[in-house]
């Protein structure tokens, strides 16, 4: 049985990442910081059919501790956060703790993987970035920020691990159904061709497509509705 690792796994687009891949058959890791018992009632409904993990994404100890003696086919970098802020206004806090989160985790936990992905000589990494990062967002220069070198780090390690048969893609979301978007404005989505919000699972479907299609690599997957184009 193949086995994937979600990070970021609690939250609404990592609970339908594990989902999508758990009805096609996969063993799931459950990535948790801080919601245990979300991570919990996930893997309830998956049938147990994975594992909670517990890291700090920040602590490289903690990652190495908990992937030392994991296998994996299928890495999916999910984790993810947002301050928003206009720069002139932001914080260094603000601005640190986006990088550290969504650029730097994904660094350590993708570099702790990678001696393994490269003895497999398989496997795929999918990273989720967002449309942010591609044309930028007012009172997001920090998650813009790092959404963007998502995408730059998933072409340039993608072309480093094609010689060891592993690809390397990035999924970028646009304005998704979740609890962050709830306090959205529902005018918005008249700015929007196909009239509405993205669901959670769309994006879970396109995650899963460019992490099983073995020729694809280096791309990054724009799922805006026609937002973003």
Not at 81 to 87: A, E, G, P
Not at 112 to 133: C, E, W
Request: aromatic share 8%; net charge positive; charged share 25%.
């Amino acid at each position: 049985m193949q086995k994937v690792l979600v990070t970021g796994a609690t939250g609404s687009l990592g609970e339908a990442i594990v989902k999508e891949f758990s009805k096609k058959g996969y063993f799931i890791y459950i990535h948790f910081h801080s919601n245990k018992k979300k991570a919990e009632e996930i893997l309830r409904e998956i049938d147990g059919n994975g594992e909670i993990l517990y890291f700090n994404s920040k602590d490289k100890n903690s990652i190495k501790e908990a992937l030392r003696g994991i296998e994996v086919d299928i890495l999916v970098n999910n984790l993810g956060i947002s301050r928003d802020n206009l720069l002139f206004w932001m914080s260094d806090e603000e601005w640190e703790e986006v990088i550290e989160t969504n650029l730097n985790g994904m660094f350590r936990v993708t570099k702790a993987l990678l001696p393994k992905f490269i003895k497999n000589r398989d496997g795929a990494i999918v990273n989720i970035s967002s449309i942010s990062g591609i044309s930028g967002n007012a009172g997001q220069t920090n998650y813009s920020a790092s959404k963007g070198a998502i995408i730059a780090f998933t072409k340039s390690l993608a072309l480093e691990l094609s010689r060891y048969k592993v690809r390397v893609n990035c999924v970028a979301p646009g304005i998704i159904e979740s609890k962050m978007t709830k306090k959205l404005d529902k005018k918005i989505a008249k700015n929007i061709p196909l009239g509405r919000f993205g669901k959670a699972d769309e994006v879970a479907q396109a995650v899963y497509f460019v992490a099983t299609n073995t020729y694809i690599t280096a791309e990054t997957i724009n799922i805006s509705g026609g937002l973003v184009r």
